[in-house]
């Protein structure tokens, strides 16, 4: 992809079951925030903003504060056994998220008739990038102090993937982070590994 240029939706995962985990696939397999454009669509993928919420006003410093809070989160949710054993890393890590977390409120949605009529989400204004920081540092802080969701997070089983997410399933037996994407290579490796020992 172009520097400048805007993810493309494919790029773009939003499977991880948790906003703040789904920045974390942001880094995968490269750098996917490599602009404002880009930050723009997984800022309006995620959900964070109503469809058609003007985000013009999204810059680098903008990115380089998704970029910090992703590595701050990646840090925490790595690690399993903080208690007792937290590094100076992962407290400057947890301050910073704390501090994110409460630094401004979220967007404010209001309801508003649509074209239609329905009721539709729109923010009372556009929204800072503090106040969206705040959302993702939130979501984070709720998924690190919640000790069933914790335990529900899984590193996929692909081959060189790194990603997380919140296992869900029933029996708590997903292994990928994806079906169509590290679960279809796995899947496609099997198989050919099962045509080798029959040709052989």
């Not at 054993?85 to 890590?93: G, H, I, K």
């Not at 967007?107 to 923010?123: S, T």
């Given at each position: 992809m172009a520097l400048g240029t805007a993810?493309?939706?494919y790029e773009l995962r939003f499977d991880?079951?948790?906003i703040c985990l789904?920045?974390?696939?942001?880094?995968?397999?490269?750098?996917?925030?490599?602009?404002?454009?880009?930050?723009?669509?997984?800022?309006?993928?995620?959900?964070?903003?109503?469809?058609?919420?003007p985000l013009a006003h999204t810059d680098t410093g903008w990115l380089l504060g998704f970029r910090e809070l992703r590595r701050h989160v990646a840090q925490l949710v790595r690690e399993r056994n903080t208690v007792g054993?937290?590094?100076?890393?992962?407290?400057?890590?947890l301050d910073r998220v704390n501090d994110l977390a409460r630094a401004a409120a979220p967007?404010?949605?209001?309801?508003?008739?649509?074209?239609?009529?329905?009721?539709?989400?729109?923010?009372a204004e556009?929204?800072?990038?503090?106040?969206?920081?705040?959302?993702?540092?939130?979501?984070?802080?709720?998924?690190?102090?919640?000790?069933?969701?914790?335990?529900?997070?899984?590193?996929?089983?692909?081959?060189?993937?790194?990603?997380?997410?919140?296992?869900t399933s029933r029996g708590r037996r997903r292994r990928w982070c994806s079906s169509e994407v590290c679960g279809n290579r796995e899947r496609v490796a099997r198989h050919r590994r099962r045509a080798a020992l029959t040709r052989a």
């Open positions: 993810a493309a939706p991880a079951g948790r789904d920045l974390l696939a942001t880094a995968h397999p490269g750098e996917r925030l490599d602009s404002p454009g880009a930050l723009r669509a997984w800022i309006h993928g995620s959900g964070l903003v109503p469809p058609g919420t054993t937290r590094s100076y890393d992962l407290a400057l890590a967007p404010a949605p209001c309801a508003v008739p649509g074209e239609d009529g329905c009721l539709v989400r729109e923010l556009p929204p800072e990038c503090a106040a969206l920081l705040a959302a993702v540092a939130r979501d984070a802080v709720e998924l690190l102090t919640d000790p069933v969701a914790r335990a529900a997070v899984r590193e996929c089983e692909g081959d060189n993937c790194p990603l997380v997410y919140l296992d």
